[in-house]
């Protein structure tokens, strides 16, 4: 007999909302209903509501419209050839992208093991089981938001306001590879020795180490990438 095993309400809602966009015959571009309106529905907080339509939209289930609410992004599971198929089309701008971060993200972690307290230290490492957990559950929505919260606590470490603001851009249209990359199990897998190698290079203060892993860590995801788009 199996352990019974309490399923999250946040996942709950995941399940029923996927579930309606799947088999109600709503389409691509339609708008779901209000975060009032399915609190009413499934009796859950709003709180629940907005995680469970982050979780779907880092699916690429729902997109949010900022002031107009969510939308359908599409009916179906994404198979592998939707995913390449992404990758193919926006090879372009993400290959920019991954030339900014590899700019922007070694001078970052050089500062942050220089100017990080003990506190942020903590702030990151937890953080970091976070993001293993996400993977050893491969849990993708999960994933992706404790990937994109470590890069950016260590851009935020860095005091700099520039830097900060710089990744803030950058940040929006990672946002969405991250939701499509982590959808391949290997390129999750991959992430972890080096978030590993940063952790550690920042607790031991470590800065040329930390540059170093972090060089290597956005060569790896371009290394990632090319291997999708040529799939």
Not at 23 to 45: A, F, H, M, W, Y
Not at 148 to 166: C, D, G, T
Request: aromatic share 6%; glycine share 4%.
């Amino acid at each position: 007999m199996k352990t019974i095993e309490r399923v999250p309400v946040v996942q709950q809602v995941v399940e029923n909302l996927k579930e309606f966009i799947m088999t109600s015959g709503i389409q691509v571009g339609d708008k779901l209903p209000t975060e009032n309106e399915l609190c009413k529905q499934l009796s859950v907080g709003r709180s629940t509501v907005r995680e469970a339509f982050r979780i779907l939209q880092t699916s690429g289930f729902v997109e949010i419209k900022p002031g107009r609410g969510a939308f359908v992004a599409r009916i179906k599971e994404t198979d592998l050839n939707d995913i390449v198929q992404w990758f193919v089309e926006n090879e372009v701008e993400l290959k920019d992208c991954i030339e900014v971060r590899s700019a922007i993200e070694p001078l970052s972690i050089k500062l942050a093991i220089a100017r990080c307290t003990a506190e942020d230290i903590e702030e990151l490492q937890e953080t970091h089981e976070q993001f293993v957990k996400a993977v050893e559950g491969s849990d993708v929505a999960a994933i992706a938001k404790y990937d994109e919260l470590f890069h950016n606590q260590i851009v935020e470490k860095s005091k700099n306001i520039l830097l900060m603001s710089i990744n803030e851009k950058v940040s929006e249209w990672v946002h969405t590879f991250r939701s499509k990359t982590f959808q391949v199990h290997q390129n999750a897998e991959n992430a972890v020795e080096p978030h590993t190698n940063i952790m550690n290079a920042i607790k031991a203060r470590d800065v040329e180490a930390g540059e170093l892993f972090m060089r290597k860590h956005i060569q790896r995801i371009l290394e990632d990438l090319t291997v999708i788009i040529k799939k």
